[in-house]
């Protein structure tokens, strides 16, 4: 019998070499794909980077739906609609510094800018800088250091700045 894992990896691995030819062709940093169950995003965290990292997840059709049956925390409030969020744009466990001694990025009350690191997210043994896409102040920080987070989790709810 032969084995079928070649076969089904080849269709995504085929897909990522082609993304890394855009990427390299076009000058891009950051290119995502995403189609049903599968997510790809590759990444360079500078110019210089020969190659980008790549995050691959596919979630079997059985979880898609249940993502965490019972929390082990109480769920934070819903973020007003007013105001905006940093989400997680990957599945991993969420850090609020760049070492257990070191301090937070940012904290409570903490006024940010766009481009600014705000967390880390490691995912499958890679580090992660997430960077906010606004500018504010942060007003509530929704997850905790050390929690697993799933992909578009809100991390920290911003005040806007005006």
């Given at each position: 019998?032969?084995?079928?894992?070649?076969?089904?990896?080849?269709q995504p691995m085929e897909l990522i070499e082609r993304m890394l030819k855009l990427m390299d062709e076009r000058g891009l940093i950051e290119l995502e794909f995403?189609?049903?169950?599968?997510?790809?995003?590759?990444?360079?965290?500078?110019?210089?980077?020969?190659?980008?990292?790549?995050?691959?997840?596919?979630?079997?059709?059985?979880?898609?739906?249940?993502?965490?049956?019972?929390?082990?925390?109480?769920?934070?409030?819903?973020?007003?609609?007013?105001?905006?969020?940093?989400?997680?744009?990957?599945?991993?466990?969420?850090?609020?510094?760049?070492?257990?001694?070191?301090?937070?990025?940012?904290?409570?009350?903490?006024?940010?800018?766009?481009?600014?690191?705000?967390?880390?997210?490691?995912?499958?043994?890679?580090?992660?800088?997430?960077?906010?896409?606004?500018?504010?102040?942060?007003?509530?920080?929704?997850?905790q250091n050390g929690e697993s987070i799933e992909f578009g989790q809100p991390l920290y709810v911003i005040e806007p700045s005006k």
């Amino acid at each position: 019998m032969a084995d079928k894992t070649p076969s089904s990896n080849q269709q995504p691995m085929e897909l990522i070499e082609r993304m890394l030819k855009l990427m390299d062709e076009r000058g891009l940093i950051e290119l995502e794909f995403e189609q049903a169950d599968v997510k790809i995003r590759l990444r360079k965290p500078d110019a210089a980077m020969a190659r980008p990292s790549v995050e691959y997840i596919q979630m079997p059709a059985a979880q898609q739906g249940h993502q965490q049956s019972t929390p082990a925390t109480p769920a934070p409030a819903v973020p007003a609609a007013d105001r905006p969020t940093i989400d997680s744009p990957m599945v991993g466990t969420f850090y609020t510094a760049p070492a257990p001694d070191a301090p937070a990025f940012v904290e409570v009350g903490q006024t940010i800018s766009v481009g600014q690191v705000v967390c880390i997210v490691e995912a499958m043994k890679l580090m992660n800088e997430i960077k906010s896409e606004v500018s504010g102040k942060i007003v509530e920080v929704l997850v905790q250091n050390g929690e697993s987070i799933e992909f578009g989790q809100p991390l920290y709810v911003i005040e806007p700045s005006k």
